[in-house]
């Protein structure tokens, strides 16, 4: 419900004959293009809204979820068919996520994020998709840069910033023009493109999340230093929208290696997050906060992922976990309490659609809502 939306840490794949033909066969671009992207010429796509419980006894996965101005609630999935294999799916919810509708606006399986781009709705992945309609109707958009980017980690609403990855197929030569940061207008419709160049001499950057505020934006990630492998937090700041970046190495000292995953603005200014670190031949997914220039980490959970966090105000945050493991707190992330949601399940995203209302869903399509900040779980959905 915050600044940024689109906690999700498996993203879509890129398939081998996709990036063959971004990148054109044999000939991919001599350099990352710096243009402004706008549509992509393609008309319009009008997706038809049916029921979601026409989707009963189907195989559906549910990813990412977005709220629009309006309240409406979405989320993106997957309908798997023996007819239509991989079929993209969005979820629309007008009752804060205790009745759905669905429809398919894309042809495949590509798009995995959800997020809100001032009142409009943009889903990413493979391809774009802005609806600025409340999902009437998709406009695709290009960055003009598919010739070189596969997967986009991160899309921030209100300011709009993202972070892509050139794949390898992409770029041979592993230029450290590899990772990009895009920005995009108030409607998400026009992109601008740029190169990423932050980070010390002789270190190679890993970007994770980008969150945006007033005047800032912060990028967190990892720094390696070669030969060695062992990975460092880091934090990028910039101030004059992404021309120039500093850093700040984040490791505390008991962890081998550390880096930091996800990243949020709480309304109050404090930058609060997830972070992994190595300790020993395990690893720990701590939350992560850092107020004023002081950060502080506490341990959730050791060896599963955590796949997403959202915050509702300050103190009231939902982290969830790839076995369907969810946790609350009430004190801003100074304790956690475990709750099981779906024993066994893979949760794609978490997500307030209100101060004490949240909605979490499932690789099995499942979708979940709390009414009192994740202390207990109702289902709503099931396919």
């Known amino acids: 419900m915050l600044s940024r939306r689109v906690i999700v840490l498996v993203l879509a794949a890129v398939t081998a004959d996709s990036l063959l033909t971004a990148c054109h066969s044999r000939n991919p671009p001599a350099a990352v293009p710096t243009s402004v992207s706008t549509s992509s010429g393609d008309p319009p796509i009008q997706p038809v809204w049916k029921p979601a419980s026409a989707l009963t006894g ?7 979820f977005g709220v629009s101005s309006d309240g409406t609630v979405y989320a993106t999935g997957s309908h798997f068919t023996t007819a239509l294999p991989n079929e993209f799916i969005v979820f629309r919810s007008q009752s804060a996520g205790d009745t759905w509708e669905y429809a398919a606006p894309a042809p495949d399986d590509s798009l995995d994020h959800l997020v809100k781009v001032d009142g409009g709705i943009l889903a990413t992945g ?28 991160a899309v921030v609403n209100q300011h709009n910033w993202a972070l892509a990855r050139v794949p390898p197929a992409c770029n041979p030569l592993q230029r450290l023009d590899d990772q990009l940061v895009l920005s995009a207008d108030e409607s998400g419709t ?62 505390p000292t008991e962890y081998v290696g550390f880096v930091l995953e996800r990243v949020l603005r709480l309304p109050g200014g404090d930058l609060v997050g ?92 499942k979708i979940f809502k709390t009414v009192d900040a994740g202390r207990h779980w109702r289902l709503v959905f099931s396919p």
Request: charged share 15%.
């Open 58 to 64: 189907h195989h559906v996965a549910t990813r990412a």
């Open 126 to 153: 493979g391809t774009t998709l802005v609806s600025t309609d409340g999902g009437t109707s998709w406009q695709p958009q290009d960055t003009r840069t598919g010739a070189a980017i596969g997967r986009i980690a």
């Open 190 to 251: 026009v992109w601008h493109v740029r190169p990423f160049r932050g980070g010390p001499a002789g270190s190679v950057p890993t970007l994770s999340d980008v969150v945006s505020g007033p005047g800032q934006i912060v990028i967190v990630g990892a720094l390696r230093y070669p030969p060695a492998t062992a990975l460092t937090g880091v934090m990028f700041t910039s101030s004059d929208g992404g021309a120039t970046w500093a850093h700040e190495e984040v490791h």
């Open 274 to 365: 997830i972070a992994l670190g190595q300790l020993g031949s395990a690893n720990r997914y701590l939350f992560a906060r850092r107020t004023g220039n002081a950060w502080t980490f506490t341990p959730i959970e050791d060896g599963f992922d955590i796949s997403a966090i959202d915050f509702s105000s300050d103190s009231n945050g939902l982290i969830a976990d790839q076995k369907g493991v969810t946790y609350w707190t009430d004190d801003g992330g100074t304790s956690w309490h475990a709750v099981t949601v779906a024993a066994g399940e893979f949760i794609w995203d978490a997500v307030f659609v209100g101060s004490t209302v949240a909605l979490t869903g499932t690789h099995t399509g």
